[in-house]
C-alpha cells in the first residue's frame, strides 16, 4: 500500500478574514514545508490526495485562494500580486520555517512566480504544473470563454453548459470518470459568481518579466492540458529552471497519479536537502 498521512482542516487568520487551508505532513524533519496553490476557480480539494503523499516526508499547506474553497474573498478585483501577498502573509501567520517550496497549478503557477519574485527571502524552490504566457489571440480567445456572466440563473441553463464544457474539458471518458469531474466541479463552484476573479487575474498578469527575474530553481511540469502551447512559451524565459514534459497527464492526475506525482515533485525539492 502507498504510503500516506492524513489531511486535515484549519483556518488562518489574516488581514482581509480568513484563509482556510489543508495541512498534513511529518513535523521534524529537514525538508521544508510545501505550499500548494490550486487554480481559480476551484479549491484545495484538488490537491487532497497529493498533500497524503508529499506530507509523509514534510509538511504540507493548502490554502483556498481567497473568494474560492471556503476562504473569504478580497475586494474586488484581486491581482496574482494580491494572492501573492496572502499566501505570503499565512506562511507568516503559520510560523511556517522559510523559505518554504511551492506548487502551483495553472493560476496557482503564476502566483507561485509573483511570490518569489516579490519576497525571494521565503522561497526556495518552485514547481509549476503549467505556466502560461499569454498572446493577444489567446486573451481574446479565452476571454470568451471565461466571461463574468453568472453561473446560476432560473432556468439553470447556464450551469448545464458549464457542466457539459467540464465534461470535455476534464476528459471524461478518459483520463477521468464523470464522478471524479463531479467532484472538482463542485470546488469550481465554490466562488459562486466571483467564479471568474482568478481568471480576469492571471489574463492581466505580466509573466514575462516576472519569470525573467525570479532565481530560484523552478521545475515546470508539462501535461497534455489546455494550456500546453502557453506552456511553451513561457519555458524559454527560464533563469534557473528546467521542464519536464508529462505527455500522460492531464487534468486529474493528482489524483489518478498521485503517486508518481509525488515522486516527480520530492525528487525535484529534494536536491540538496539531507535525508
Partial sequence: MTATVTVRRDYVDVAHGQVHVRVAGVEKTDRPPIVCLHMSPASGLVYETLAGRLGTTRPVVVPDTPGFGASDPLPPYPTIGDYADVVAEVIDRMRLPVPVDLLGYHTGSLTSVELADRRPEIVRRVVAVSMPLFTPEDLDRLGRTYD???????????????????????????????????????????????????????????????????????????????????????????????????????????????????????RFLDEGVRA
Avoid: C
Fill in 148 to 266: 463574468a456572466q453568472p453561473i446560476f440563473t432560473t432556468d439553470g441553463e447556464r450551469l448545464r453548459e458549464k457542466w457539459r464544457w467540464f465534461v470535455r474539458f476534464f476528459d471524461v471518458g478518459g483520463a477521468n470518470t464523470v464522478e471524479q469531474a463531479a467532484r472538482i466541479f463542485y470546488a469550481r463552484l465554490s466562488g459562486g459568481e466571483r467564479h471568474w476573479w482568478g481568471h480576469r487575474a492571471a489574463f492581466e498578469y505580466d509573466l514575462e518579466p516576472a519569470l525573467a527575474r525570479v532565481r530560484q530553481p523552478i521545475l515546470v511540469l508539462k501535461p497534455s492540458d489546455d494550456l500546453t502551447e502557453q506552456t511553451r512559451r513561457a519555458t524559454t524565459l527560464l533563469r534557473n529552471g528546467g521542464v519536464q514534459e508529462m505527455p500522460r497527464w492531464t487534468h486529474g492526475f493528482m489524483d489518478n497519479d498521485a503517486e508518481g506525482a509525488a515522486d516527480v515533485i520530492t
